[in-house]
């Protein structure tokens, strides 16, 4: 539901303030979002939405264009959206902060310390993963959410805080929490040209040409609301359940590939993924665990079905520092059979190996430094063929 409309966003938020030095450093990903909160006048901190303009939102890719359309025919609401126009390709962070392309911010000038969530809708003509960034000061820590967005259609997303986790590749956090009062900065990009760039640099993911792309924000409001705590369970931790609207993930490598959510009996949901491979290349999703989320897990569970015979391949990744070097990833592999019964699949820590050409510290799976839980199909890459499938995922945990 679309925040309600009392206060301006002249009113709030000062406008056409200078692009900060920094751009704010790719997330690594994912975090899940809550939907459908309804947002009472009092509640609504900032409100921007966009039948005036770009209220304040500005680009920080030179090649990239921000507008406001004024057709209701495209907007979500009203008349008004924000409209921005890129080429999706690889990002090249240079001097400046450029090379990120599609990527836009919004300085806030007075930081608010009752709030609570972000909320908008989202529409892209092209299905893409998207991030929210929240940065304390200038360029202080930053804090990221990741959504993906089905091309053709808005998206409602309502953000509560706790389901930013930290970027272990930003400035550190001296308290290690997410303060309201310090968030100076929200950013919206598009993670596509993070996961082109990973594609092109290791040479095991499919990547597309560089296309044109449109993302459209509407109704963006800042919310006032008390901290959320994250449900905690003693022998379990959810990583993913694939309800709409999508979030939590993103998909890298493939070709022609569909992704949507699909209610089961009972009213559960699965991640449906339509695709095709290119021989001797890999197709994952990538899913962000929050840090330090998984300490005391011992095992990494999921169903799957499938409609051809795949072997898939589950790694974690583990940080404990920023940068490329204070990273490493543990694989496993599992087959999973075609037909429309339910596998499921639990993968004890155990059975884990260090990824080749990767090194680690002190040469052991640390569940508490995991951030990324990928779940790709080996099958093009083993087999050297093309692969066309269809694959089910659901109920993605980690148990004790």
Not at 124 to 143: C, H, I, N, W
Not at 173 to 186: A, H, I, K, Y
Not at 269 to 290: C, E, G, K, N, Q
Not at 312 to 319: N, Y
Request: hydrophobic letters at 40%.
């Amino acid at each position: 539901m679309p925040c309600e409309r009392g206060r301006t966003a002249g009113q709030l938020c000062a406008r056409k303030e200078p692009i900060m030095r920094q751009m704010l450093a790719v997330a690594a990903l994912l975090a899940a979002v809550c939907v459908g909160v309804e947002a009472q006048e009092e509640d609504v901190l900032l409100l921007l939405d966009f039948e005036d303009g770009t209220e304040g939102f500005v680009s920080i890719d030179p090649q990239t264009t921000v507008s406001a359309t004024t057709a209701p025919e495209i907007a979500y609401t009203g008349n008004g959206a924000l409209q921005v126009q890129y080429m999706q390709a690889a990002m090249s962070p240079g001097a400046g902060g450029g090379g990120f392309p599609g990527a836009v911010i919004l300085p806030l000038m007075d930081p608010f310390e009752e709030l609570g969530r972000v909320s908008f809708a989202i529409a892209s003509d092209l299905s893409t993963p998207v991030v929210v960034v929240l940065t304390e000061g200038a360029e202080g820590p930053r804090y990221n959410c990741m959504l993906w967005c089905s091309a053709g259609a808005w998206h409602e997303y309502s953000l509560p805080l706790h389901e930013f986790s930290a970027d272990l590749d930003g400035p550190p956090d001296p308290n290690g929490t997410l303060d309201p009062g310090e968030v100076s900065v929200v950013a919206v990009f598009d993670a596509d040209s993070f996961l082109r760039l990973i594609g092109e640099s290791t040479g095991m993911f499919h990547v597309e040409p560089p296309e044109e792309q449109t993302l459209r924000l509407d109704d963006f409001c800042l919310l006032s609301g008390e901290p959320d705590v994250p449900p905690q369970g003693e022998d379990s931790v959810t990583i993913a359940t694939y309800e709409p609207p999508l979030r939590g993930f993103a998909c890298v490598g493939g070709q022609d590939v569909v992704v949507e959510s699909e209610e089961l009996e009972g009213g559960e949901s699965a991640l449906r993924l339509d695709y095709s491979i290119p021989a001797r290349t890999l197709f994952a999703v990538i899913h962000r665990a929050r840090q330090g989320a998984l300490a005391g897990m011992e095992a990494i569970r999921f169903q799957a079905r499938s409609n051809r015979e795949v072997t898939l391949i589950v790694s974690l990744e583990e940080k404990w520092g920023p940068g490329e070097e204070n990273k490493s990833s543990y694989n496993a592999t599992m087959p999973v059979e075609p037909g429309e019964d339910w596998q499921t699949v639990t993968t004890h820590t155990s059975s884990f190996a260090l990824g080749d050409n990767e090194t680690d510290p002190n040469g052991t799976l640390d569940m508490d430094l995991v951030q990324t839980v990928t779940i790709g199909d080996a099958t093009a890459l083993l087999e050297g063929a093309e692969v066309l499938n269809s694959l089910w995922l659901r109920d993605l945990v980690a148990v004790r």
